[in-house]
């Protein structure tokens, strides 16, 4: 049951017991009942929150463990479709086309067969993370009292190695981050799992240019290879060299302290900025609702 101390972060928890009774049937009212509130209070805050309904919610992540047990095991169709929570094997196909727009035998036949083993194990690893929680990324706790004293744990020169990413680049006013980031991420994970593309990391978001107006905010997916652009969706690359590595602890309200402890670190250490920094959500909200669980890591590119 979520109390009145959890009112500012009642969707992570909620997500919590959600994606443990996954395979169960759940019914609308019996998750506002675990909510405390009504049907029609709860449905209208989730949807606000999170860009779809709970029965949109629940669907698409027993199709995304579905999708990911098609790929990674040898169980046959309907075990995976009775496993995931659906009635039937009729019901689990339609479901399936609806959503990546072929039948799951098809899916599992085409989907990441040139992967090696370890980048595949790595895609199906991060997506039952990463799915349940796409749009809490970045999220913000208005009002809550909860703060880090201390929301950097540490700042050390690193050598980045580079990443390939497809991101999605959006010209935004501060106040409408969130909203973009996690419609963002939403559609480029999307696209990454109905296109078979090996996901190799979390969620990104790096900063090009910000000021008192508009803000140029990249959303970005780290894939195991050069991935094709497609509408606002493009390639692109995280720039290998040396970098300044914050790790963030906390709500992401507090990440502009964890910003200016690096820029004291530059100062201290005579390096300089050499591009544009990003930040790397390496926690899922949905298994760690408590915001003081939540870590991030800033990379910040050093002139070499």
């Not at 969707?11 to 019914?27: A, F, S």
């Not at 980048?119 to 009002?143: E, G, T, Y």
């Not at 991420?185 to 107006?213: D, N, Q, T």
Request: some cysteine.
């Amino acid at each position: 049951m979520i109390t009145p101390a959890m009112r500012n972060q009642e969707i992570p928890y909620l997500l919590r017991d959600l994606c443990h009774r996954i395979e169960g049937r759940l019914t609308l009212s019996g998750i506002a009942d675990r909510a405390d509130k009504s049907r029609f209070h709860f449905h209208r805050n989730f949807r606000k929150r999170l860009g779809e309904t709970p029965r949109q919610f629940i669907e698409r992540v027993r199709l995304d463990q579905a999708a990911a047990r098609l790929i990674g095991s040898s169980e046959s169709v309907c075990q995976i479709a009775l496993q995931c929570g659906f009635s039937s094997h009729e019901v689990f196909t339609r479901a399936f086309r609806r959503q990546f727009g072929c039948a799951p035998r098809q899916y599992r036949a085409t989907v990441m067969p040139q992967v090696s083993p370890a980048v595949r194990a790595k895609h199906i690893a991060l997506m039952a993370q990463i799915s349940p929680c796409i749009r809490l990324f970045h999220f913000p706790l208005r009002h809550s009292t909860r703060k880090s004293t201390m929301p950097t744990i540490s700042v050390a020169r690193q050598q980045y190695a580079g990443q390939h990413i497809l991101l999605i680049r959006r010209k935004i006013s501060r106040p409408d981050l969130q909203g973009n980031l996690a419609e963002c991420f939403g559609k480029l994970y999307g696209h990454g799992r109905k296109a078979g593309l090996p996901i190799a990391g979390w969620p990104v978001a790096r900063y090009l240019s910000v000021g008192p107006g508009l803000w140029t905010v990249e959303a970005a997916m780290p894939v195991a290879t050069a991935a094709k652009g497609e509408g606002e969706m493009e390639p692109g690359m995280l720039p290998a060299g040396p970098t300044a590595l914050g790790i963030h602890a906390g709500a992401y309200e507090q990440l502009p302290e964890t910003y200016t402890a690096i820029e004291k670190w530059m100062d201290a250490n005579n390096v300089r900025p050499g591009g544009s920094p990003w930040e790397s959500y390496v926690t899922d909200p949905a298994q760690h609702p408590d915001p003081a669980d939540w870590r991030t890591e800033v990379y910040w590119p050093l002139a070499e």
